[in-house]
Structure formats: C-alpha cells, structure tokens
C-alpha cells in the first residue's frame, strides 16, 4: 500500500529549479531516509509536500487522492506532519503548551484541555522532555529544542511524518535514543520519511533511500545499495580517477 | 474549574468582581455628573481598547483600523433608534454590522502580513471616512443626532458601558484560556509554525477579527447614544483608530486587564492635560508612547516598578517611611538648588 506517491514534482525560487521533475513512491509503514549534498532540495521537497510552498509543476497525491498546493494547516488534519531543520519552537509559551497546540489543531483536534494535556506530556515522555513541561520553551537548549520539535509534530497523530535533521546538535546517546524512538512510531503505524546528514544514523534506521542532487532524483534503494551506487559516491566525493590516467 | 492554590491567585479570583459590584454600587454615594461621565468614557474606551487587544494583542495583528468598527457601531446604533429599535437592540445590531464589515476588510487584508497589513488598514479606514464624509443618508461630512424621546439618564449610559466592558472582560479571559486563545499566542509568534500543528493562521484571524470588530461596534453604539450627535470625521476619524490602539499598549498588550488600565489612564491624559492644551494633544500622546515603549514595553499592568512602588508608598503611608522618604527627596532638592548647606562627606576635605 502506497501512502504517498509523488508525480514529476517541480519547484522553481525564480529562475532556479529546486527540485525537477522528482517522483517516487512511499509505502506505508516504512522509514524512506532522503540524502543529498548541501542543497540538493531535501527541504524544498519536505516543504512542497507539506505546504510550505506550492509546487511550480507535478503532483502530490496521499492515499490516492490529490493533495498539491493544499495548505498547511489542512495536510496536517489529513495526517501530514513535518519538522524543522532551522528549529521553530514558540519561545513566549511553556513546553506542554507547543505541544497541546498540537494536539489540540492535530489530526485528532481535542477538544477539552485536560485531555489535550495528558496526550502532550505522553508526547513529552517519547522524547524524554516531561520534567522540562512547564519551563518556557525559549530556556531549552537546542538539543532539547529538536525534540520539542518532534514531540509537538508527533503530538498532532501523524499519518505520515517529515522528519527534517533531527539529530543535529544531539549527543550519540541521544541520537541512539531518537532511532528507538523512529522504530517505536514506525511500528505504531506511522510512515516516516527522514532527512538527515548524519548517515551512521540513517543507514541503521531507513527502510529505503532516495538520494537527491541539484533538484533531482539521483538514486533510490535500499541502504546497501545506495552505499555501493557508484553515482552516489560521485555527487559525494567527486569523481574517481582509480583505472584512468595514471597520476604523473 | 479549580479553585487557586495561593493568595494571588484568590486575588486575581475575587478582585476582578470586587471592581465590578464596586462600581455598580457607585452611583449610591450620588457622585457628580462627571465623575459618572468620565468612568463612562473610561468604560466605553476600554471595551474598545478591549477588542483591539484581541486581534492586536493576543494574535500580534497590529490594526490601524478599529475606527470603522466604533463608527460602524455608532451609526448602525444611531440609525436602529431612528427607525423606532431599541438602543440595546441598536447595539447589538451595531455589532453585527462591524463584525460583518471586519470580514471584508479581513478576507484580503490578512493575505498580508507584518507592516503591510498594517498599511492596508489605514488605507481601509481612510476609505471608510471619505465615504461616510460624502453619503447621503447619514447626513454625510455634517453628522448625525439621537434622539430619545425620554428624559436623559446619565446612570443608564453608565450601566450599559460598565456591563460592556465587563462583557469585554469576559470574552478576553474566556478565549485567553481556550485553545483558539492557545493558537492565536501561536500565530503571534510564528504563523508558519502553527500552521505546521494544523493551526489555519487566516480563518483564526479572521474570526478574532470579527469578535474584535463586535466589541468595538459596541462601544461605539454606546458612546453615540450618549453623545446624541457625532460626525464621520469624529467616530470614523484616523485618531480614533489610535486612541483605540492606544488605550491596550499603555495598559498592556496581550494581556486581560491592561486594556482598563490603560482605560483609565487614557481619559484621565485625555480630559487633564489634552482638553486644556488643544494645540499638542497628539504630542502629549506621542510623548507618553514612548516613555511605555521605552520603559514597560509590556505595558504599565505588567510593570514590576509601578506596583511595588505604589505597595510601598501604600504601606508606607501608614509606617512614615514615605513621610521620611519625601522628607529625604525635599531636603535633597534644597540643598541642589544651595537653600541649605552641602551634606559634608566623610574622608573628603
């Protein structure tokens, strides 16, 4: 089962294409890791889906049904959720109260207050952020911000969570944690799609990866195999002059 | 709901409610006329102020435009009465028509964001005025006046505001305590961000919009039916739209009581020291905006400063250290201006 299927996607800022004519698939219930050097379009893509930003061409569509261009705000009522590389956390409210936003306007839009509060701090306890809830979020530190970040996206009961570098700034324990974390939701019935520069991590956790390069589709695999597509290693590394001229 | 665990908690409980029996029991100790119209100005200024900071304050949309509610109010009261309504009928009808009006004005106005919303409202509000100035069936640019065919009742134009600005009051706590309340403090913030929670920063807006507009259609309706005439370039004036602005960020912004607060402040600058000097009013007002934002950008309500201040004096008023401190302030300013001798320092020849 398809839960996402993405259609020649283009996105242009001005005359500079971010993303070409990119397609895939997502099946559900996997973890698709996206990799790619420095502006390969990894977050115009998470920020297309989600959207951030209309597409310039191409199709979006979730579980078969068309969702381009749908705003934000609703995608996230259909069960889209996403994270930011560049954290965004609201600084003015305490940590339970990002993520009761959440949990509140999610997918599944709790009414009563109460209620709301104890599934954000059954969110906080997933990231290990409970004995930080009632500390204004602005005192947290940019480790802690990042899984506030995931808490506040998982609080909304996504049905397919962007995850956009989460383990940035985070210590190996903590990324190890995180890992558990994302097989958790995964086995909870949550699709993951995940960007993440930090490729001890997103070998060990993705089910599939698809590599980007300047806006477009490079390669797309399982973990193994991407490690050994010779293509791959060339967007990385550059091109190998191993069996050419000889070096004088 | 829970019962607070501390003193100011209970405090903040019972206060708002001692304020308002207080003031309906007022009117027993037969003040003067302007007393009752001055707390009447304060009450109908602060409903207004009160529903700006809805929109302004807790959701940061920062609206030049609140005029064209209070007119709205003002004639759509005015014009309610004429065809034989009851007032309060006429305010509430007074209501609907700005809060109607503040989806139009809202639907394209809040494609736009920060400083550019800001400039569309002027734009709106000015529009509103040249078009008031100039239709007919208002009386246009000369006014329009209320009449009732009873006996003028000063206590009845204060009942009606001091309910209002209760009302307002409640609205503020009820949505400050709500989720929407949650996600307009979201969208203050970063609109973007909620909107990645499944918060939709433009339907919020719009409807914060329209409770604002309605309690400042209120007021307005209010203040015409006591005023008897009143004229676009007053009720629809720019300057309205300011004062309104005004009375939450003297008091205030974001906040529940800020906005009586600044109320409070605002007529008292107003009817003191504005009234006498016509010419620099605006100054004044200019002025005073700067000392908040330089000094309490939060606004007075919040300012640590003033309240210990006047707990200290309070207190000391009864232990004499504020005799003693005046004392020390006098005899400190005398010896500047050399009426008595030079304190003599120790060490120093």
């Known amino acids: 089962m398809k839960i996402l299927e993405v259609e020649n996607l283009t996105k242009y800022f001005g005359g500079v294409a971010a993303l070409k004519d990119v397609s895939f698939d997502i099946p559900q219930k996997q973890i698709c890791g996206f990799i790619g050097p420095n502006g390969a379009g990894k977050t115009t893509l998470f920020s297309v889906i989600t959207g951030a930003h209309r597409p310039s061409a191409g199709k979006v569509q979730l579980h078969g049904k068309d969702v381009t261009g749908m705003d934000a705000a609703s995608l996230v009522k259909k069960g889209v959720a996403r994270t930011h590389q560049v954290v965004r956390p609201f600084k003015a409210m305490t940590v339970i109260e990002n993520v009761q936003l959440a949990v509140h306007y999610g997918r599944r839009a709790v009414t009563r207050t109460s209620a709301a509060r104890e599934h954000a701090m059954e969110a906080l306890k997933l990231v290990s952020l409970d004995h930080k809830a009632p500390l204004m979020a602005s005192t947290l530190s940019l480790g802690e911000q990042k899984r506030l970040e995931v808490a506040r996206a998982l609080a909304t009961a996504p049905e397919l969570l962007l995850l956009d570098e989460i383990c940035g700034g985070l210590t190996g324990a903590e990324t190890q944690a995180m890992m558990e974390l994302l097989h958790r939701v995964r086995e909870g019935g949550t699709t993951i799609m995940y960007v993440e520069h930090d490729m001890k991590a997103i070998m060990a956790v993705c089910d599939r990866i698809t590599v980007l390069n300047f806006g477009q589709k490079l390669a797309e695999g399982k973990p193994e195999d991407i490690q050994n597509d010779a293509s791959v290693i060339e967007a990385y590394l550059g091109k190998s002059d191993f069996g050419g001229k000889k070096r004088a | ?349």
Not at chain 2, 13 to 29: E, G, H, Y
Not at chain 2, 128 to 140: D, K, Q
Not at chain 2, 157 to 179: M, P, R
């Open chain 2, 1 to 349: 709901m829970t019962l607070p665990q501390n003193l100011s908690g209970w405090l903040k409980l019972v206060l708002p409610w001692l304020l308002f029996v207080a003031l309906l029991l007022l009117p027993v100790t037969s003040p003067s006329d302007n007393v009752i119209r001055l707390l009447f100005l304060t009450a109908v200024y602060s409903t207004a102020g009160l529903g700006w900071n809805l929109l302004g304050g807790m959701a940061g949309q920062v609206s030049f435009g609140f005029a064209v509610f209070f007119g709205l109010g003002s004639y759509t009261t005015a014009l309610l009465m004429h065809a034989g309504h009851s007032p309060y009928f006429g305010f509430v009808g007074g209501a609907a028509i700005a809060m109607l009006a503040s989806f139009f004005i809202g639907l394209p106005t809040f494609r736009l964001r920060g400083p550019y919303f800001v400039i569309a409202t002027i734009g709106v509000t000015e529009a509103v005025r040249v078009i008031m100035n100039n239709l007919e069936i208002t009386g246009g640019a000369s006014g329009y006046r209320i009449i009732e065919d009873k006996p003028f009742n000063p206590l009845e134009h204060y009942y009606t505001a001091i309910v209002a600005v209760a009302l307002a009051v409640l609205v503020s706590a009820i949505i400050a305590n709500s989720k929407f309340g949650l996600a307009l403090r979201a969208i203050k913030q970063d609109q973007d961000a909620a909107a990645d929670l499944g918060v939709n920063p433009y339907t919020s807006k719009l409807w914060i919009h329209a409770i604002a507009a309605g309690l400042t259609g209120i007021a307005g309706g209010i203040y015409a039916r006591r005023a008897g005439f009143f004229y676009p370039g007053d009720v629809f004036a720019f300057q309205t739209g300011i004062n309104i602005l005004l009375i939450p960020v003297i008091g205030g912004v974001g906040t529940i009581w800020g906005p009586v607060l600044g109320g409070v402040i605002f007529i008292i600058v107003e009817e003191t020291i504005s009234a006498k000097y016509q010419d620099f009013h605006l100054l004044i007002y200019g002025a005073l905006l700067m000392l908040i934002v330089l000094v309490e950008p939060g606004g007075l309500i919040k300012s640590k400063r003033l309240w210990a201040g006047m707990g200290r004096l309070l207190v000391g008023l009864f232990t004499g250290t504020t005799w003693k401190a005046l004392f020390a302030l006098l005899q400190k300013l005398l010896r500047k201006l050399r009426f008595l001798k030079p304190q003599r320092i120790e060490g120093k020849t």
